[in-house]
């Protein structure tokens, strides 16, 4: 139990567990209806299906390395995923396709009812029209509606809403006007539907498609660069999606070979132009060593020469490769990576050996040293010219054969089942949250409650508690009954009553201890229930052979005789007034035998005066000696002080307080009125323990 007044943090496990168990019939009512509601939306929702295609795509230089490591060092392209996911989805890429297949125009059926589309979507017959091509004169003429005349024959009316034309029109002929021409390829419709059909421009169109395309890599990349990329997309049209997905990978083929075809022809190109560059300066090279030879005599190499030419020539090339070997590397790694820094080393090596063999060179003979120097030049130019040749060869053979990174692995194909909605995860989760939000109300409805829901707070103002009486549903029913309005006569057996009969036994036990027959009963606020008690109680009393008197000190509203059925308007008010004698306020009771009833008389405002006089005494003396007991029923004391005025000449002071809304402020306030007074409160009674509010086990054997 949550005590709210002391230790509101404190979470007790088992009182929710209560809680819950006696509300169980809402929260799985509840449930029901959420499990409802989650198999319609279920069943209305419209089926969203997924196609997918999945591409191989290579390292750039893996699919042409047949061609030559050198040939291969020319491509600068990287094949990484990332660059080919936003090539897939960038919106130039994908305006082809939205070109091919006239994705510009969108076609949506107008709703008609809530109703309709209901039925619509359960009997499972979707509308679809099918427009095989538009195109407008005008841009902002974007905006048309079909109206289906003939279903079976294809007859449809389209209405122009820029310039409110209509035209007629039949599925598979093209029509013309001034400011479109249209072709219907199919109509799935029945006679009276209507067609919104819309035309967007390029980029909002792309921006759809883009949205409804995913591209994802399929686990990690291969060893040699390669990695595995799945193209899906998503859509209500199953052969539409499968159709757009087809569209995109062969755009998507053709658009990897033409890259690499682009790249060989710009290489190509400024090979062209860079070898007569190099051919001419070949001949200017060999035409000097030739006139240099004639001036000089023939001039033979000795062995020594020859190697140390060779060997610088081929320190040369290399110094040449390592060049095409950087701009490479240059475009993947920083000068800091071991790849980078290995080739730097490389060149500081091959750089040393150059002034080492030049050095050596320096020292033959001036004739043999020119003749040297020109050797290799021509040697060196001789080698750039035929690797140049070769790379042109090798490179026309890539523009021709236009060799890509990306091949298909599988085709474009749609799933048969729709991937959403998840008919059985909706129902489940419409289910938790059905038990959720109840359970939720169920909590906040008793976090809520501000009266009092346990013994233990009434204990802990200093009450002892000699009465807990449950809800009846008999009595609400009881109150439209004219003749009898006693829950003790007509339904004896009833819950309350039985504790009633437990709350007489606990008054008939203080009798005897306090030697008092005169009990008040009192309560901080009105609608606590004292007149329920007060008259019950007194029948019970009545029924076990007990003289009993009821008297009704609420001369504000009093209803005590409206319960007995007692038509008078002499009482109580009327006696301290003077107006009567005691005998003629009696009434004797026609439901109930041994039972007599003190109404409250005229409705007074000075009730409080009329109390004070010496007639209220001698009235209590005399009924106290003439029954063996005597039930006071007070108004209540926050809003009067009749009930402590009362309680001077009563031992025996019970108050009354109801389930839930008595609060325990209000309680102890009265307890502060009468303390005052030098007034003691005999117990506590409470009332209208409401079986599904009643989490506190103390209650279950009153409420069930």
């Not at 589309?117 to 003429?141: E, F, M, Q």
């Not at 474009?412 to 359970?439: C, D, E, N, Y």
């Not at 319960?563 to 003629?584: A, M, P």
């Amino acid at each position: 139990m949550i005590d709210k007044d002391k230790d509101k943090d404190e979470i007790d496990f088992f009182e929710y567990v209560k809680i819950i168990k006696d509300n169980r019939w809402f929260i799985i009512f509840s449930m029901i209806f959420f499990i409802v509601v989650g198999v319609c939306y279920a069943k209305l929702s419209t089926p969203v299906y997924q196609a997918n295609v999945i591409f191989k795509v290579d390292n750039d230089k893996s699919r042409i390395s047949n061609l030559g490591q050198d040939i291969a060092n020319l491509f600068s392209l990287s094949s990484s995923t990332v660059v080919e996911t936003e090539t897939i989805k960038s919106r130039k890429f994908l305006s082809q396709t939205i070109d091919d297949l006239d994705l510009q125009v969108v076609v949506t059926p107008r709703k008609k009812s809530f109703f309709k589309d209901v039925l619509s979507k359960l009997s499972h017959d979707p509308k679809k029209v099918n427009v095989g091509k538009l195109v407008v004169n005008n841009k902002k003429n974007d905006h048309f509606e079909l109206i289906v005349t003939d279903a079976k024959l294809g007859y449809y009316t389209l209405v122009d809403e820029l310039t409110n034309t209509q035209l007629k029109g039949q599925v598979g002929e093209l029509e013309k006007t001034a400011n479109y021409s249209i072709l219907i390829s199919s109509i799935n419709a029945h006679n009276g539907d209507i067609f919104d059909i819309n035309v967007l421009d390029q980029y909002q169109a792309a921006i759809n498609l883009q949205a409804k395309l995913q591209v994802s890599e399929i686990g990690k990349p291969s060893l040699d660069g390669a990695a595995i990329l799945q193209v899906s997309i998503t859509g209500t049209d199953k052969e539409k999606i499968q159709e757009i997905l087809a569209n995109i990978s062969k755009n998507y083929l053709m658009f990897n070979k033409k890259r690499y075809a682009l790249e060989a022809a710009h290489s190509l190109a400024f090979l062209k132009a860079e070898i007569p560059l190099v051919k001419k300066r070949l001949i200017v090279s060999e035409n000097k060593l030739e006139q240099y030879r004639e001036n000089h005599g023939s001039v033979d190499l000795n062995v020594e020469s020859k190697l140390a030419l060779d060997s610088l020539a081929n320190v040369e090339n290399q110094l040449n490769q390592l060049v095409y070997q950087e701009s490479s590397v240059a475009t993947k790694y920083t000068k800091k990576h071991p790849i980078y820094i290995a080739l730097i080393k490389k060149r500081q090596i091959l750089l040393a050996e150059k002034a080492r063999l030049s050095a050596k060179i320096d020292k033959f003979p001036t004739t043999q040293r020119e003749v040297l120097r020109l050797s290799r030049v021509v040697k060196s130019d001789s080698l750039i010219y035929e690797q140049l040749k070769q790379k042109e060869q090798e490179l026309s053979v890539v523009k021709r054969t236009a060799i890509g990174t990306a091949t298909i692995l599988d085709s474009a194909h749609s799933l048969t089942q729709p991937i959403k909605p998840k008919k059985t995860i909706i129902v489940i989760m419409f289910t938790f949250l059905g038990f959720i939000l109840s359970t939720v109300i169920v909590l906040l409805r008793y976090m809520t409650i501000k009266g009092i829901i346990s013994t233990r707070e009434v204990n802990e103002l200093g009450f002892e508690i000699y009465g807990n009486i449950p809800y009846s549903k008999n009595q609400s029913q009881l109150a439209k009954d004219e003749n009898n309005k006693l829950l003790a006569i007509s339904h004896d057996d009833d819950i309350a009553i039985e504790a009633l009969r437990l709350l007489r036994a606990n008054i008939y036990f203080l009798q005897k201890k306090m030697e008092a027959n005169i009990v008040m009963l009192c309560s901080p606020d009105i609608g606590s229930g004292k007149s329920f008690i007060t008259t019950n109680l007194a029948t019970l009393f009545a029924k076990s052979r007990k003289k009993v008197l009821v008297i009704d000190a609420d001369m504000k509203s009093g209803a005590i005789a409206d319960l007995f059925s007692i038509n008078t308007r002499v009482g109580l008010s009327n006696y301290l007034k003077g107006e009567v004698t005691l005998d003629e306020i009696i009434n004797s009771s026609k439901l109930v035998d041994n039972l007599d009833v003190i109404c409250c008389g005229d409705l007074v405002d000075n009730s409080s005066e009329l109390l004070m006089t010496s007639k209220l005494e001698s009235l209590i003396t005399k009924v106290s000696s003439d029954y063996d007991i005597v039930i006071i029923d007070t108004p209540a004391s926050l809003a009067a002080s009749d009930s402590v005025l009362i309680s001077e000449y009563c031992k025996l002071r019970l108050v009354v307080g109801y389930f839930s809304k008595t609060s325990t402020k209000e309680i102890m306030t009265l307890k502060k009125i009468f303390l005052k007074n030098d007034i003691d409160i005999t117990g506590f009674i409470i009332n209208g323990i409401d079986e599904k509010s009643s989490v506190n086990c103390e209650f279950s054997h009153y409420t069930k």
